[in-house]
């Protein structure tokens, strides 16, 4: 977090306390669900911004538009099922992830492509003692990412580039927190394959 | 794998390991290329994902998602943005999916594209279709630009009303960004009244708009989730700003 977060969140609140989170959020969602017009766009101003680079990196610059439109809608229509159990952020990334793998699956359907799992282990399998490169830019990274499978993909997603702790990763994707581990970890591995020297051209 | 340490190193990253596990692995990793060489990597990898470039979504995502709740029948206003059409609204996901450009230009302190002074005429009319074109990308800008301003001035306006919600730090900080920014669009005007084909100034005078536009909108965010007391919401909002 920059400097000027630090001094803006040290000003104004001294403290944080993780129980107005969900307090705050069922507030919020109960207004939705009592048509309150104003508070879907207040939800969707406070979101928005972090699900569109989910879907950007999730289902690429061409269909995170209409990945981020189709999230929030279903949030809407869904806005019941939210009971307060986690934070209302945890429950979109899980309901967006969930919509962006789908909407992978369509797409590798339509390449005739499909797979029982996301995660197909010969895209970038690691290789060993293959270190980088040279300095790594975001420019590589961001293309590297845009390779992996999506499975470990997400879980990368969520955990190294959005900061979030294995245990939401878990809520989020609906699974261990030791499989959000060893994703994140399969992720670093296959992009430090990625970027790192290539011996041999893999068929 | 076959050095039997790289087990441990997922762990070793996380920082989940034991203080003696930990240290084992420390003394390891001392004497073994090839792990240190991994960690190091992993490590960069780590670094570098949290710094990746933020993009913003355009503002026509929201509008189209309030018109087809409204169209469900359980209306969402769309009151907040102006409906951008033809060239705003391309330039608008262009600009803001480079908006690190603008910033990066800012931070080198490259002038601005020249002085103003030899500012050059507005095409006149002509009959060569080139002329009509860049007529037409003039007014289209101008037009996309009062778009801006108009936005702008409701944001704002919203923000002056609440500001009361702020502290006055708070608010010193915020418009001290404010500030920076009302610069750098007088300069890109500037720029382009000097150069009126520059894309590089058309450029800047769109991601500086599209800063404030975000800044202002941020800003009322922040007036709204401390008026409701919530440290959380403050918090994200916060980050988002700075990222």
Redo the contacts between chains.
């Keep these: 977090?920059?400097p000027?977060?630090r001094?803006?969140?040290g000003?104004?609140?001294p403290?944080?306390?993780?129980g107005?989170?969900k307090s705050?959020d069922l507030?919020l969602v109960d207004r939705c669900r009592g048509?309150d017009?104003?508070a879907?766009?207040?939800l969707?101003?406070?979101h928005?911004?972090?699900l569109?680079?989910l879907a950007?990196r999730m289902g690429g610059?061409q269909a995170?538009?209409d990945l981020?439109?189709e999230i929030?809608?279903l949030a809407?229509?869904k806005l019941d099922g939210f009971r307060g159990e986690s934070t209302l952020?945890t429950w979109l990334y899980r309901l967006a992830m969930n919509h962006c793998l789908d909407h992978l699956r369509g797409r590798q359907a339509q390449m005739g492509r499909v797979t029982d799992s996301l995660d197909d282990e010969s895209a970038a399998e690691p290789v060993?003692?293959a270190?980088?490169a040279g300095p790594?830019?975001?420019m590589e990274?961001?293309r590297a990412?845009g390779r992996l499978p999506a499975g470990c993909r997400a879980a990368?997603l969520l955990h190294?580039?959005e900061?979030f702790e294995h245990k939401e990763i878990a809520r989020m994707l609906g699974v261990s927190e030791g499989t959000s581990?060893?994703q994140?970890?399969k992720a670093?591995?296959k992009?430090?394959a990625m970027?790192?020297r290539r011996p041999q051209t893999r068929s | 794998?076959?050095c039997p340490y790289e087990s441990q190193?997922?762990?070793y990253?996380?920082g989940t390991l034991g203080g003696p596990e930990a240290g084992r692995v420390d003394a390891h990793l001392a004497g073994c290329e090839?792990c240190s060489?991994?960690v190091a990597?992993?490590r960069?990898?780590?670094a570098?994902?949290?710094?990746?470039?933020?993009?913003?979504?355009?503002p026509?995502?929201?509008n189209?998602?309030?018109a087809?709740?409204a169209a469900?029948g359980?209306?969402?206003?769309s009151h907040?943005w102006p409906t951008f059409r033809g060239f705003a609204a391309a330039a608008m996901?262009v600009l803001m999916?480079g908006a690190g450009a603008w910033f990066a230009w800012e931070r080198q302190g490259e002038p601005a594209a020249a002085t103003a002074a030899n500012a050059a005429p507005p095409a006149s009319a002509s009959a060569e279709p080139s002329a009509r074109r860049t007529d037409s990308v003039d007014a289209q800008l101008q037009q996309a630009e009062q778009q801006y301003a108009d936005t702008i001035q409701g944001l704002d306006a919203i923000r002056q009303a609440g500001s009361t919600a702020l502290?006055p730090?708070?608010a010193a900080?915020l418009q001290a960004n404010l500030t920076v920014i009302d610069k750098a669009i007088g300069e890109s005007r500037a720029a382009l009244q000097s150069e009126p084909s520059s894309s590089l100034a058309q450029d800047s005078l769109f991601g500086a708009l599209q800063s404030k536009v975000s800044l202002l909108?941020d800003t009322v965010?922040l007036i709204?989730e401390?008026r409701?007391?919530?440290?959380?919401?403050?918090?994200?909002?916060?980050?988002?700003?700075?990222?």
């Design positions: 977090m920059s000027v977060a001094q803006l969140l000003r104004v609140f403290s944080k306390r993780p107005d989170v705050a507030e048509g017009t104003a879907f766009e207040e969707y101003r406070q928005a911004g972090r569109f680079n950007f610059p995170a538009e981020l439109q929030f809608l809407y229509r952020a060993a003692g270190p980088l790594l830019t975001r990274l961001e990412i990368f190294d580039v900061g581990k060893s994140v970890h670093r591995l992009l430090r970027l790192g | 794998m076959s190193i997922a762990d990253l996380e090839s060489s991994l990597d992993l960069a990898i780590r570098t994902a949290r710094v990746l470039e933020r993009h913003a979504p355009p026509e995502v929201w189209r998602v309030a087809q709740i469900d359980r209306g969402v206003r907040a996901i999916l502290d730090d708070t900080v909108q965010a709204n401390m409701k007391g919530n440290p959380e919401g403050t918090a994200r909002i916060v980050s988002g700003m700075n990222q």
